[in-house]
């Protein structure tokens, strides 16, 4: 394809779509990249540039694009069944997935909803939770627990327990208010202090909230290990086994957010398996359907289950999506869970962790660099002295370095798909050391 025809493309795009998280204005001086297709780790435009893909397509494709057996799989099940609904029917695929991710928490979560996107698993597990201690005598446990800096969605009620300004102040009139308690981000710690400490610290504020308003709170919702919207606020795992005792003691729902940190991308495939517990709730999107389909869910326990169990209608958790449980989306996950199994998946990417970091070590040391911080499958630093416009630029420069790279303010950080080789590590880490010179010089 021209230069000429691959414009037009562009200009046909700003035209008549409206691109999410964007001000639309800013694609007058940043062309927007037409992409043609996907192989691997790697996206190509229409004529021929390519583009490593370090963020997984905003950290959903996890086994690289046209994975052949996640496209073989999902033409099998096109010859089969494309789509029913699942109110009054059923399908092998989703009771397969259902149960196979039941048994991956050892039963203890052992229900599964489902939904399309990662908002939409928020509002379950919050109307859930809501749902839930109505349906056991106690409307009054109604409100509901943040951290500082946490992202669940852009939709109304996830936006409630969203504490990111750029996305929530527009539409503040429209929202529950949550309460917001201080984050257990380790770059918050004080001279002679341990991501634990900070840990701790932040536990304790949680406490303080919870003996006034206990009686008065649902749940807390919360990102395991790695805020990603924060700046990839990553905290001591000692975090998480604080709040399951204190949401015990105070009689409070824990809803892990895992739609980003979950399918492995914190080392485990949950990422409350590091911490030892597991929540009330658990939400899924992302990478569960290997970046091919849209896919939520949300699983819970038994006893969450059983309160909305009756004759009576109206203690039914009474919530819908046209295209809950698409066979197509969930024969996608069960391909992606098969190869976490077959490819021994989460070991394999200790040794890719290794050598990631190892390869990253001149940016780790970059006098420009703080926080130099990793976990799992997730690297990220912050650029000293940088100004309002460094993420915008250092894309840019990502681009010209063949990189797709998306800052987070002053935040660089890289998730990249589960199959990078030797050769594809060393430039990743090399290209964004030059997009970074670059971007400060």
Not at 17 to 41: F, K, N
Not at 151 to 162: D, I, K, R, S
Not at 222 to 239: F, I, K, S, T
Request: overall charge negative; charged content about 20%.
């Amino acid at each position: 394809m021209s230069h000429t025809e691959q414009s037009a493309w562009v200009a046909r795009s700003l035209k008549s779509v409206w691109h999410p998280c964007t001000q639309m204005q800013h694609h007058e001086r940043m062309p927007l990249i037409p992409v043609s297709h996907g192989r691997g780790a790697w996206l190509y435009d229409r004529q021929g540039k390519r583009y490593l893909d370090a963020i997984s397509s905003w950290w959903v494709n996890l086994f690289g694009h046209a994975n052949p057996r996640i496209n073989a799989a999902l033409r099998e099940q096109l010859d089969l069944l494309e789509h029913a609904m699942l109110a009054g029917f059923t399908h092998e695929p989703v009771v397969r997935l259902s149960e196979q991710l039941s048994a991956m928490t050892g039963g203890v979560l052992g229900h599964a909803f489902y939904a399309s996107d990662g908002a939409s698993a928020t509002e379950i597990a919050l109307k859930m939770s809501f749902h839930y201690w109505r349906n056991s005598g106690r409307a009054g446990k109604r409100e509901f627990v943040c951290l500082q800096g946490s992202y669940h969605g852009e939709t109304v009620g996830a936006l409630a327990v969203t504490d990111v300004a750029l996305f929530r102040d527009a539409y503040g009139p429209l929202l529950r208010q949550a309460h917001v308690v201080a984050s257990p981000d380790a770059r918050q710690a004080a001279d002679g202090e341990s991501p634990a400490d900070v840990a701790r610290r932040a536990a304790g504020a949680l406490e303080e909230l919870l003996q006034q308003r206990g009686d008065s709170i649902a749940a807390i919702i919360l990102e395991p290990l790695v805020q990603c919207a924060a700046g990839m606020a990553m905290h001591d795992p000692l975090y998480l086994q604080l709040v399951r005792a204190l949401c015990d003691r105070y009689q409070v729902h824990l809803i892990a957010d895992e739609i980003a940190v979950g399918c492995g991308r914190t080392g485990s495939f949950f990422a409350c398996e590091q911490a030892g517990i597991w929540p009330d709730f658990i939400c899924l999107s992302k990478g569960i359907s290997g970046g091919y389909l849209p896919l939520s869910l949300v699983m819970t326990r038994d006893a969450i289950y059983q309160a909305f169990y009756d004759e009576d209608i109206t203690r039914g958790f009474l919530h819908s999506h046209s295209y809950t449980g698409n066979p197509l989306a969930c024969r996608a996950a069960l391909a992606t869970l098969a190869i976490f199994e077959e490819d021994d998946v989460l070991r394999r990417n200790r040794q890719r962790a290794d050598s990631m970091t190892r390869a990253l070590a001149p940016l780790a040391g970059h006098p420009r660099v703080s926080h130099f911080r990793q976990r799992g499958m997730i690297w990220a630093f912050d650029a000293v002295d940088a100004d309002a416009g460094f993420a915008r630029r250092f894309f840019t420069e990502a681009l010209q370095q063949e990189l797709l790279l998306r800052p987070i303010g002053r935040t660089v950080y890289l998730m990249p798909p589960y199959i990078l080789d030797e050769e594809e590590t060393a430039l990743l880490a090399s290209r964004t050391l030059a997009a970074f010179d670059r971007t400060l010089a």
